[in-house]
């Protein structure tokens, strides 16, 4: 079955860290680039992330610039989020989505998994 | 960044009716050299992820019921639902991948039965 399923997500301290993992399965998964988006509670969709191919290019939004690191392991068909220096205003649900566009363009996101929940609160 | 702006925020649509959501960017998502709009819409039901609906501003993703259209060009999009279904009661996302990073999504319209 092609999926993604996301873990690593919890409760953590404002200032403390989590890295969230991406498991794929089902298609060849280092062929796609691959995004992070969150969604805080009862708010809209944010792009996060993105990792090409084969992990050579990143590129993150400003609002976590500096403290989100995304990275892959196309052997274990993972995708990760390390979270460093975490806020109030990073709780959300994180989803991992692949994108289907090409090489030298990305594209839309044609399958994403359900989800992790981060809450970060003292 | 562009700016993607849906409206309205909210709808309320009986069975059987016609649902329409509109769609603003910032600036053309429209590709002149292979005459392709850069817009997605995903359907997003309470507790579920997103689900890919509509790219390229009007081709249907595989799968999707064919009362689910899109339209438009350049900066203003439409996704149109042609016959209101319980089923389709969720939040709706526009999205833009012509200038990347950031890929932006609009705020999301609510669609709610009447």
């Known amino acids: 079955e092609v999926q993604l399923v996301e873990s690593g997500g919890g409760l953590v301290q404002p200032g403390g860290s989590l890295r969230l993992s991406c498991a794929a399965s089902g298609f060849t998964f280092s062929s796609y680039w691959m995004h992070w988006v969150r969604q805080a509670p009862g708010k809209g969709l944010v792009w996060v992330s993105r990792i090409n191919s084969d992990g050579s290019s990143t590129s993150d939004a400003d609002s976590v610039k500096g403290r989100f690191t995304i990275s892959r392991d196309n052997a274990k068909k993972t995708l990760y989020l390390q979270m460093n220096s975490l806020r109030a205003e990073d709780t959300a649900v994180y989803y991992c989505a692949r994108d289907c566009g090409s090489s030298d363009w990305p594209g839309h996101f044609d399958l994403w998994g359900r989800g992790t929940l981060v809450t970060v609160s003292s | ?114």
Request: hydrophobic fraction near 30%; charged fraction near 15%; charge should be neutral.
């Open chain 2, 1 to 114: 960044d562009i700016v993607m702006t849906q409206s309205p925020d909210s709808l309320a649509v009986s069975l059987g009716e016609r649902a329409t959501i509109n769609c603003k960017s910032s600036q053309s998502v429209l590709y002149t050299s292979n005459n392709k709009n850069y817009l997605a819409w995903y359907q997003q039901k309470p507790g579920q992820p997103p689900k890919l609906l509509i790219y390229w501003a009007s081709t249907r993703e595989s799968g999707v019921p064919d009362r689910f259209s899109g339209s438009g060009s350049g900066t203003d999009f439409t996704l149109t639902i042609s016959s209101l279904q319980a089923e389709d009661v969720a939040v709706y996302y526009c999205q833009q991948y012509y200038s990347t990073p950031p890929n932006t999504f609009g705020q999301g319209t609510k669609l709610e039965i009447k």
